[in-house]
């Protein structure tokens, strides 16, 4: 059975803080990795990952994918209190996705 | 360009009411989805469609049906809503199965 772990499930910063979040995969037929960002709606794409370290950036967001090990790493430098959601990470196999249970990230002022 | 929109936004039923979630979206997406979110669980997919006039079974199916008959509209149905289907339902769309999804903002339904 295809899973995703995401850890911590929930972590509280300071705003200016590095973090990072971790994801962990079993996907059968793996093709791609994906981040989104769940604030009060809907989840919003941050990355796609298919290729074994190569990072991918966007402003303050970084994220990598090590498929030896089977995971992936999203990191984000200074943190903002906008930087506050459930962060998600999904397994894409042939024809399956598989949803992480999120981790949780609160940035106090 | 809407993107993906879901109506309704809010619902309360009653257990054994039936009723209807409409997804449309405008991207010409080929493939669709419905998803439900509850605490603790994450997103579970409960049905998709890889294109106009197919549907496929997702992880959580029961209780719930589906129909695509035109590419832009994606139906989710609830034949006798139980309390257990008390969740927010979400859906998605996306070029190809591993591309990444646009997200509607969300139906939250409760059934008393």
């Known amino acids: 059975e295809d899973k995703v772990v995401q850890s911590p499930l929930s972590l509280v910063v300071h705003e200016g803080d590095t973090v990072t979040l971790n994801c962990s995969y079993e996907?059968?037929?793996?093709?791609?990795l994906l981040w989104y960002k769940q604030e009060k709606k809907a989840p919003t794409f941050l990355f796609m990952l298919?290729?074994?370290?190569i990072e991918k950036k966007s402003g303050r967001l970084s994220s990598i994918l090590d498929k030896k090990e089977l995971f992936s790493i999203l990191n984000i430098t200074a943190t903002q209190t906008g930087d506050s959601a459930v962060y998600l990470c999904?397994?894409?196999?042939?024809?399956?996705?598989?949803f992480g249970k999120g981790t949780m990230l609160l940035v106090s002022p | 360009n809407a993107g993906v929109t879901q109506t309704p936004k809010f619902r309360v039923l009653k257990t054994g009411q039936s009723m209807t979630l409409l997804c449309a979206q405008d991207?010409?997406?080929?493939?669709m989805y419905w998803y439900r979110q509850d605490p603790g669980m994450g997103l579970r997919l409960i049905h998709y469609?890889?294109?106009?006039?197919?549907?496929a079974k997702g992880e959580v199916p029961d209780g719930y049906n589906v129909s695509r008959l035109k590419k832009q509209n994606f139906l989710l149905g609830l034949e006798s809503a139980a309390p257990s289907q008390t969740s927010v339902y979400f859906c998605?769309?996306?070029?190809?199965?591993?591309?990444?999804?646009?997200f509607g903002d969300g139906t939250r339904l409760s059934i008393l």
């Open positions: 998605a769309s996306s070029f190809h199965g591993d591309q990444p999804q646009h």
């Open positions: 996907v059968t037929n793996f093709r791609s």
């Open positions: 298919t290729s074994s370290g």
């Open positions: 999904v397994g894409s196999g042939y024809s399956t996705l598989t």
């Open positions: 991207m010409n997406h080929e493939y």
């Open positions: 469609s890889v294109g106009e006039g197919t549907t």
